[in-house]
């Protein structure tokens, strides 16, 4: 079975730009959430959906965006984007919800 | 406010040796724990996991304890290997089904051999 799928896997952007990250999850899996990773901050929880609806959202500006697809893959869109925004994005998915997450290896955005 | 914390950034053991790696957490409601592991370059792993109503799982050299009166778990491994290098992460959900996973900000573990 092929793992969660994140696309692309390095991104360079300059301040200012938009950004759209992709995920496609497990197959049969119907969740996903979204969570950026910097160095000494943990994983942060962006947002999760559920049967393209979003479920619960972290505590990040209105810039960070997602939608899910019927066939269930994600994409995350950052708007505006600030220095403080270059992170590891990583995306995650499980059959239900949160029980217990695969995730991805990521998307490493550098922003200029 | 951080829910789940792990006050060590980092811990190195020798190789044959008991790794203890904690983590405390300040939401009583939390009801299901898991231990993630990452290495460099790649998405997190499942390690291990436990529900509130247990106080202790083990799953080969792995072994996670709870105690929910400190609220603190901890995740045991024993031996380490140098291949258990890696940054291991805690996380807590709450609300059976319908929470989200809180994350620790990871502790990097090195075992050196």
């Known amino acids: 079975k092929a793992g969660v799928t994140q696309t692309p896997r390095y991104l360079i952007k300059t301040r200012g730009q938009q950004v759209t990250l992709s995920c496609s999850p497990i197959s049969g899996h119907r969740s996903v959430s979204w969570y950026q990773q910097t160095p000494g901050q943990g994983l942060q929880f962006l947002f999760e959906?559920?049967?393209?609806?979003?479920?619960n959202k972290g505590n990040f500006p209105g810039r960070f965006s997602g939608r899910q697809f019927s066939n269930s893959r994600s994409e995350m869109n950052v708007s505006t984007l600030e220095l403080g925004d270059s992170a590891l994005y990583l995306c995650?998915?499980?059959?239900?919800?949160?029980?217990?997450?695969?995730f991805g290896s990521g998307t490493q955005l550098s922003v200029l | 406010d951080q829910q789940v914390k792990q006050n060590s950034p980092s811990l190195s053991v020798q190789e044959g040796r008991i790794s203890i790696l904690n983590c405390d957490y300040t939401?009583?409601?939390?009801?299901?724990f898991l231990w993630y592991k990452k290495y460099p370059a790649e998405g997190p792993t499942f390690l291990i996991s436990?529900?509130?109503?247990?106080d202790k799982n083990e799953d080969g050299r792995f072994t996670v304890f709870l105690n929910k009166s400190a609220k603190h778990l901890s995740l045991h491994i024993v031996p380490s290997q140098p291949g258990d290098s890696a940054v291991y992460f805690c996380?807590?959900?709450?609300?059976?089904?319908?929470?989200?996973?809180?994350f620790g900000k990871g502790t990097k573990l090195s075992v050196k051999p």
């Open positions: 939401n009583s409601m939390f009801d299901y």
């Open positions: 959906y559920f049967s393209e609806t979003q479920r």
């Open positions: 436990i529900s509130s109503i247990k």
């Open positions: 995650a998915s499980s059959f239900a919800t949160n029980e217990k997450l695969f």
């Open positions: 996380a807590a959900r709450w609300g059976g089904s319908q929470g989200n996973l809180i």
